[in-house]
T-cell receptor
Framework: AQSVTQLDSHVSVSEGTPVLLRCNYSSSYSPSLFWYVQHPNKGLQLLLKYTSAATLVKGINGFEAEFKKSETSFHLTKPSAHMSDAAEYFCVVSDPGSGGYNKLIFGAGTRLAVHP | ETGVTQSPTHLIKTRGQQVTLRCSSQSGHNTVSWYQQALGQGPQFIFQYYREEENGRGNFPPRFSGLQFPNYSSELNVNALELDDSALYLC??????????????FGPGTRLTVL
């Protein structure tokens, strides 16, 4: 079965400093991995996805993630945090079902706080 | 291009009642998935509909049911509401069968409170 583990429930950074949100995955085959962001009282927005092409994936708003098979990791980074980055971030793996359907399995989330 | 929309935004019900939540898919998408997000947790998969048929279900009891219509809009119905059903319910649409690499596009959600 597929699963993801987000290693930090809360991360706090200062504006202008780098962001690192950590995610490890477990998968019996080559996974499809995603990072979604959820701002307060909003739905989920896709930041980026990995689908077995380039291991370094660039997303929106300056975020990127690197797929490392040897470490089973898919950490999310951004060189310089902005106040607007404060939100909940979810690492997600795609899990196929026996009926041909596809469900997303979410990590528990990492709350990112950005301080002035 | 219209995104995924959900209605209502908020809903308050009492235990034992029934509720219907609605979702309109993004244009061109024929697959809809529903997720439940309890406070402080990640979303949990409820079920998925493809071309008006349920083609996958998560670990939710039968009192959670759904429909998908010919225009690919969808409903989530919950009977005999329990206090633990209080959550944000998210609808997501994806293109053509919802393959492993397909992105699921989420609506803003419906916040259900059960008293």
């Amino acid at each position: 079965a597929q699963s993801v583990t987000q290693l930090d429930s809360h991360v706090s950074v200062s504006e202008g400093t780098p962001v690192l949100l950590r995610c490890n995955y477990s998968s019996s085959y080559s996974p499809s991995l995603f990072w979604y962001v959820q701002h307060p009282n909003k739905g989920l927005q896709l930041l980026l996805k990995y689908t077995s092409a380039a291991t370094l994936v660039k997303g929106i708003n300056g975020f990127e993630a690197e797929f490392k098979k040897s470490e089973t990791s898919f950490h999310l980074t951004k060189p310089s945090a902005h106040m607007s980055d404060a939100a909940e971030y979810f690492c997600v793996v795609s899990d196929p079902g026996s009926g041909g359907y596809n469900k997303l399995i979410f990590g528990a989330g990492t709350r990112l706080a950005v301080h002035p | 291009e219209t995104g995924v929309t959900q209605s209502p935004t908020h809903l308050i019900k009492t235990r034992g009642q029934q509720v219907t939540l609605r979702c309109s898919s993004q244009s061109g998408h024929n697959t809809v998935s529903w997720y439940q997000q309890a406070l402080g947790q990640g979303p949990q998969f409820i079920f998925q509909y493809y071309r008006e048929e349920e083609n996958g279900r998560g670990n939710f009891p039968p009192r959670f049911s759904g429909l998908q219509f010919p225009n690919y809009s969808s409903e989530l119905n919950v009977n005999a509401l329990e206090l633990d059903d209080s959550a944000l319910y998210l609808c997501a649409s994806s293109p053509q069968g919802g393959g492993l690499t397909d992105t699921q596009y989420f609506g803003p959600g419906t916040r259900l409170t059960v008293l």
